[in-house]
């Protein structure tokens, strides 16, 4: 099968198209014929190497697992022993060790039936994504509070924004000014250009999927009682990148009543499923910038660390 492969840490240019054989499910996992694959964050960070710590997981020298990508939306191709919820033809989503290739094996507890209203690059849109902007928001936002989402046009941001609006909050987004109109469109009240613009205070929620503002700034926007999500973000270094805002805001904690929390998101089943019921609903629609054919999955990689890209970017393989 084609696959792109990485055989050593380093930019969008280690990355190159292969031929690889067809993995085979083991028990408990399922074979995907892939159809669209996103692109987020880890991607980069699993490319790169960064931070060092990760390599501990990942492969001190190279990874382990050469094939990158980790959303994916496709359908059952076969299926190991002990798996019943899921059989050879259906459409399903979620996440996977290697998805930008032709085929994928996953447990079949990481995928879950594709949301009917969605197309293939809509559904793998979301696994990564909007799980770690359901974890920022959810038993957070009650009907009525204020809530700030920093970086509200990207992947995380832009689900994070649909979602606090879907839960009842009043929200604003902060983004580039060419993009302003964007997260209106994704249902934002107000919109701030990170730029130009002052985000003002008293926000019960504050979801920074990536934002530079110092802790300090931030603690000063929150209402007495908010609470302050750190999703991503850049800082930290070679050892920390991608964890180091997380890390410092648990350890500098919040003012009184204040919480300030890094979030370490994690994709599951039910998580998923509550996913596809809102996207069925209407309540979340995955913003697709940009579909990539395989062969170019490095430039999808290199649009996607641009900053130009306006929610998410995909790689649609069949």
């Known amino acids: 099968m084609k696959a792109v492969i990485q055989n050593r840490y380093g930019e969008a240019g280690v990355l190159r198209l292969a031929e690889i054989d067809t993995p085979t499910p083991a028990a408990g996992e399922v074979l995907i014929r892939?159809?669209?694959?996103?692109?987020?964050?880890?991607?980069?960070?699993?490319?790169?190497?960064?931070?060092y710590l990760g390599r501990l997981a990942f492969g001190l020298r190279?990874?382990?697992?050469?094939?990158?990508g980790r959303e994916v939306a496709g359908t059952i191709e076969s299926v190991g022993a002990d798996v019943t919820n899921l059989?050879?033809?259906?459409?399903?989503?979620?996440?996977?060790g290697g998805s930008f290739a032709e085929f994928a094996v996953t447990k079949a507890d990481r995928v879950v039936a594709k949301p009917a209203n969605l197309d293939f690059e809509q559904a793998a849109a979301m696994p990564v994504s909007a799980c770690a902007a359901l974890l920022a928001v959810r038993d957070r936002v009650h009907p009525g509070d204020r809530v700030l989402v920093l970086g509200a046009s990207g992947g995380v941001g832009g689900f994070a924004v649909q979602l606090a609006k879907h839960f009842g909050g009043e929200v604003t987004g902060v983004a580039s000014g060419t993009k302003l109109d964007f997260v209106r469109d994704l249902g934002a009240d107000q919109v701030v250009d990170y730029a130009t613009g002052h985000i003002g205070a008293g926000f019960d929620l504050i979801v920074d999927t990536g934002g530079r503002r110092p802790l300090a700034t931030l603690r000063k926007a929150l209402s007495p009682e908010g609470t302050l999500v750190i999703v991503g973000g850049e800082g930290g270094g070679k050892v920390l990148q991608g964890f180091g805002r997380q890390l410092r805001a648990m350890l500098v904690g919040g003012r009184g009543r204040q919480k300030l929390i890094g979030l370490m998101s994690a994709e599951k089943a039910e998580d998923l499923r509550v996913l596809a019921a809102l996207a069925e609903a209407g309540a979340i629609?995955?913003?697709?910038?940009?579909?990539?054919?395989?062969?170019?999955?490095?430039?999808?990689?290199r649009y996607l660390r641009s900053g130009a890209v306006r929610g998410k970017v995909v790689v649609s393989v069949h």
């Not at 892939?34 to 931070?51: F, I, K, T, Y």
């Not at 190279?62 to 990158?68: D, G, S």
């Not at 059989?87 to 996977?96: L, Q």
């Open 34 to 51: 892939v159809r669209a694959a996103g692109v987020d964050q880890g991607v980069w960070h699993l490319m790169s190497g960064l931070p």
């Open 62 to 68: 190279r990874p382990k697992n050469p094939v990158r």
């Open 87 to 96: 059989t050879v033809g259906d459409a399903v989503f979620g996440t996977c």
């Open 285 to 301: 629609r995955p913003a697709v910038d940009r579909s990539f054919p395989l062969a170019e999955t490095a430039a999808a990689v």
